[in-house]
């Protein structure tokens, strides 16, 4: 199946709170979760999954897995890393380096070169065919 579990249907960001807008069995719930109880914002590679090429997903972590919100997801590094930034100003949350064993680090507290996004956006690269030898 997709990555998606077609869940949250929409996002409604608010300074203290995300809104999170679900339809479980048909019907249509509102869930409102304090921004202050997510984690920080994740950036967390996605194998390729037969058609669907590697990914870097964003994701608002919270300690419940099933409030975690992806609000970004993309086949461009450069356009993840800005995005996953973005989301940690507006919001005041930690950025999050998912290790790829479901450990989350901390991105800025002990790694201020930047290694373990090179590592992650290495990694990822690392799935993804080269679009640049193939065109013509």
Known sequence: GGRADGQVREIELDRDRVTLKRAVSGIRMNVDVPVAAFRGVTMRLL????????????????????????????????????IWKSWSRVLGLPLLVDEGDGTLRDHLARDNDGAALHQLITGWQAHVPDQRRTAV
Do not use: M, N, R, W
């Not at 999954?49 to 300690?63: C, D, F, Q, S």
């Not at 099933?66 to 890393?81: C, N």
């Open 47 to 82: 194998p390729a999954e037969g058609e669907e090429p590697a990914a870097i997903a964003i994701v608002l972590e919270h300690t419940d897995p099933g409030l975690s919100v992806p609000v970004f997801l993309s086949t461009e590094a450069e356009d993840a890393s800005a």
